[in-house]
């Protein structure tokens, strides 16, 4: 039986930043899909309501890439009673991703050996953080989820159960996500991982006895993903060519960037920055499986997948695809948003609805 671990688990890139109450449990190792093992994994998780008697109630929130397993603090409005996730009604779990820093094994963690992985941590694919949430699952009792959930890279494990675990979860609903990276997805975030790694202060990946850590590379890769968030007619409409009005000589704009790339510094780790955007690279459910197309026509289970008409990171032909292809998935969603990507996050009240008719079809 799995030992849960009481003691909160905080490291010099997490103290001082409040997350919330939270859980954590041994899953034991993990074998990876390039080979290599990841020993000892700690999986930090938070839950809303409360389990039934026949454990059928749970509900999986596959969180996205900079989320954590606080979800009513990244996905407003979403979690609570009469809300969406009702937690009156359903036992909502949301566990934070191997290659994390909030409190799931990740760069930032102690090794076995008693330091810190940084450099050594392995890469680990979509497919692992499922197999890890598995695991998880596995943990704390759960053998079957009413629902697996998640915008963006948790759409992509949302995936990835449907394919992998059909028996593990009755239905799935994927957000502003896909079935495959594409070229320009992979292209962008290696710009956004060579930003980091340029950090003067990266060393390789072995930072965490320094002073000064790799938050300036680490806040070029934020401004440069931030930008593929939005659409450009708010960044025009928003700012233009505001200047910021403080004598520094900066656009508006400009300002507005720098205050995203702050805000991450303080909750996250430029190690994990590149492990989720990596995984995020490899995804592909096609992968040793015949191909997306062969993949995606497995899928037994039904799939209510949710597009945003303005998304430039994720766009619209994406979500289609996925629809179209999976025999029991629901018409497309399409949520019309000023916000593009994260259209999952402001459009509350509309991707609330699509929820709620995920659960309605189980």
Known sequence: MSKEITSQVTGAWLDGHDVGERKFVKIGFLLLENGETLPDITIAYQSWGQLSAAKDNAIL????????SDVTSWWPNMVGPGLPFKTNKYFIVCPNVIGGCQGSTGPS???PDGKRYGSRFPIVTVRDMAKAEILFSDAIGIKKYRLAVGPSLGGMRSLEWAIEHPDRVSAICT????????????????VQIRAIKTDPNFNGGDYYEQEIGPIEGMGIARRIAHLTYRTESEMDVRFGRQMQGDETGRYAVE??????????????????????TSAMASHDVGRDRGGVVKALESINIPVVVVSIDTDRLFPPRLQVEVAELVPQAAPLITISSEFGHDGFLVESEAVGAAIVQALSII
């Open 109 to 111: 963690s102690i090794a």
């Open 255 to 276: 300002s507005y960037l720098d205050h995203q790339a702050d805000k991450l510094a303080k909750r996250f780790d430029a190690n994990t920055y590149i492990s989720l």
């Open 61 to 68: 929130i596959n969180h996205a890439m900079t989320g954590w």
């Open 175 to 190: 957000i502003g996500s896909s079935a495959v990276a594409t070229g320009d997805q992979i292209g962008g975030f290696s």
